[in-house]
């Protein structure tokens, strides 16, 4: 599989190898979307235990000579407005542990879906050549053929785009550090040169 290279004029050059998997990853994709989706949960249910319940220091009553059954607490879980056994919890942890390769291969799966459909793409583009001025810089990159919606671009360890940063749909990220989620939600994935190479994407 190869990956399109736009200049800054937006002209599409040469095309680079993108690593080529053999097989289907089905599997690892369920697995990693999964866990995705599972990091993402909103943690809004709590409920509270005997302990984090107000009140309850004194004994109701004596431990004999009443006839009624011992008590240590009002907020003994068995009582109304007492603490809550098997409740949810905010702590519950939902992460589910996926081995780095079955992770590597979810995420080669995704970016090559990516590139057939062409919302990703390597932008051949450096700090010294991209305008200093947003709108100009603005300009550069709506040459590009963007699909609608939001852009990441993926940069390399010393890259520094002062001009694209205050652009409200683009997001600026190192290449080193894309993940799964990343891929799902951006709808074009744009790879400066050195980013590309830094996270060795090609053969």
């Known amino acids: 599989m190869q990956i399109k ?12 190898d993108f690593v080529s998997l053999k097989k289907k ?3 690892n994709l369920i697995l ?8 993402s949960q909103l943690k809004s249910s709590h409920t509270k235990t005997r ?5 309850g220091g004194a004994k109701p009553w004596r431990q004999k000579g009443t006839g009624r059954a011992r008590v240590g607490s009002n907020r003994t ?11 949810p919890r905010k702590e519950k942890n939902y ?9 590597n291969i979810a995420k080669l799966h995704l970016l090559g879906q990516k590139i057939k459909s062409r919302e990703a793409f ?3 583009v450096s700090a010294q050549n991209l305008p200093k001025k947003t709108k100009e810089a603005e300009i550069a990159l709506l040459k590009l053929p963007l699909k609608t919606g939001t852009v990441l671009v993926l940069t390399g360890k010393k890259e520094n785009f002062k001009s694209l940063k205050n652009i409200s749909y683009l997001t600026l990220k190192r290449a080193a550090g894309l993940n799964l989620s990343q891929i799902l939600k951006f709808n074009n994935l744009i790879f400066t040169k050195s980013g590309f190479y830094e996270k060795k994407f090609n053969n």
Do not use: Q, T
């Open 122 to 124: 390597i932008w051949n």
């Open 95 to 103: 992460e589910k542990k996926i081995n780095k390769k079955s992770r």
């Open 77 to 87: 879980p068995l009582w109304r407005k007492g603490g809550i056994i098997f409740g």
């Open 32 to 39: 990693m979307i999964s866990r995705v989706f599972n990091l």
């Open 51 to 55: 302990a984090e319940r107000r009140g």
């Open 5 to 16: 290279i736009y200049d800054i004029k937006g002209k599409l050059g040469k095309k680079e």
């Open 25 to 27: 990853p089905k599997d």
